[in-house]
């Protein structure tokens, strides 16, 4: 890393912006007839989860934690308060670690400790978690009777019965009146805007999957099996820096393209039958997602090539739709919809002559999944940010002026000054013919085919993060079973 980042590509300043935007946001939303004179944001970290006895899985930290702090470790709890008679966005973070004890050191190697967290991760305090209930105990006297409060926390992410829940509790107990929300939409709406070292970042886990799925293809060959396949995608991608698969891969081979998440990736592939995988990378913090199609002998039959081109003319499309016009998730689904209604009734997989409600069902037995997602440390990003969403300029907060000026989607900096975009999505649509399908031609039965590519909103227009990996019907077939990539330094 280089001086003054917390993790890689992503400094202590950054935090703290991320951080003063929060308590910004939040002292926004609150009722503006009553504000709340106090506000205090509790944000924990994920908890060791195990495999078996002794045993624990990887570890993945709580996102929003991660993106407000950029710690890495176990049972923390970061605590955004604000101060008496300072104004929000200025506030304290405190954030409370494991100490760093002798048994710790010796059986997992140590941590941060309450004593180095400041200086490494930039905020203002650190304490022991055991702590926490004392601190929080303290900041309750220090706002009784000084006016209302507002707690910022959610329940869901962790243990109802726990002992930080049952924590809160007293703290909302303590501060009779005390408002009760969650902060997950709030710290959403900052994470689906990605700042320039965001986007960074981004790029860099989309050429790392890109350049491991071309690694797969060139592993591909009749009689392969879908489980080398995965292999060779996971090799790839963390030789080339990235910390794991962002999620489970699909690799499906013959009739199984046709279902969607299957994971079980433990066939073989036979010669003449498709290879669909669905593969991403998590790299310093910031996830990948790529679908490619491709025939495992390195040749599309013309019934596979008549489909993928068909798919393709249709993604392609869509990009530039994103491109032109900026429409929400929801628009550019209507935008496959309509698209995919008119190629199929070309092929004759659909009527031209049916009415909207009976069209509508028979092209999503073709693809009946969304067109897209958002994307960011999260595969499927931002959850709670709806699909209504238009990509386009407009859509306004408050900032100051200049200050984000390259930050995205937010975009009131000065009269008719526009910030730079930075929202990721995926666009991906499909198209699905299980063998079973007695009432579809039976040449193009059992084929499956899904083309994704990573999409950053720009102020231009878009940019395709995943255009290194290979697409066109002449690029795939050039990779699969050509020459592996030796290369595998960081993206």
Known sequence: MKEGEVTPGL?????????????????????????????????????????????????????????????????????????????????????????NTAHRQLWEGGCTGPAAAPAMLGVDRAAGTAELGRYLECLAADWAGTGTAAVWFDFSAVDVHGPLSGTVRDLVTSLRGAALESPRRAIQSLRLVKSPAEQRLMRKAARCASA??????????????????????????????????????????????????????????????????????????????????WPVNGVFSRQQKVLYNTLLEVQEALIDVVRTSRPSLDGLYGHMFRMLSERLAD??????????????????????????????????????????????????????????????????????????????????????????????????RGMGFRIEDDILITETGCEVLSE?????????????????????SAV
Do not use: W
Request: charged share 20%.
């Open 212 to 293: 491991a799925i071309r690694d797969a293809m060139a592993a591909s060959r009749p009689g392969v099996s879908e489980h080398e396949l995965y292999a060779r995608v996971e090799f790839g991608a963390r030789m080339r820096g990235a910390e794991r698969l962002a999620y489970p891969p699909v690799v499906a081979g013959g009739d199984r393209t046709n279902v969607i998440h299957y994971t079980n990736n433990n066939r073989t592939v036979d010669d003449g039958q498709l290879v669909l995988m669905d593969a991403g990378c998590e790299l310093h913090g910031y996830c990948s997602d790529i679908t490619r199609t």
């Open 468 to 488: 290194e990996c290979p697409k066109t019907v002449d690029a795939i077939q050039r990779a699969v079973g050509g020459p592996s990539p030796t290369d595998f």
């Open 11 to 99: 400094t202590a300043d950054e935090f703290a912006d991320r951080r003063r935007r929060l308590m910004e946001l939040l002292a926004r939303q609150a009722p503006q007839q009553q504000p709340p004179q106090h506000q205090v944001v509790i944000v924990p970290a994920a908890r060791v989860s195990h495999l078996s006895e002794d045993i624990p899985h990887p570890f993945r930290q709580a996102t929003d934690l991660l993106y407000l702090s950029g710690c890495q470790e176990p049972e923390a709890v970061l605590v955004l308060h604000s101060e008496p008679g300072r104004p929000l966005p200025e506030h304290t973070a405190t954030l409370f670690v494991q100490r």
């Open 347 to 444: 092929l004759g997989l659909v009527g031209f002559n049916r009415e909207k409600g009976q069209l509508f069902r028979s092209v999503q037995r073709f693809c009946p999944h969304h067109v897209g997602h958002y994307l960011g440390m999260d595969v499927h990003d931002t959850g709670l940010i709806p699909k209504n969403l238009p990509l386009q300029p407009g859509m306004v907060i408050t900032v100051e002026p200049g200050k984000y000026a390259r930050l995205g989607m937010v975009i009131t900096v000065e009269p008719g000054k526009y910030a730079r975009l930075g929202m990721v999505i995926t666009v991906e649509p499909g198209l699905y013919i299980p063998a079973a399908d007695t009432s579809s031609p039976e040449e193009f």
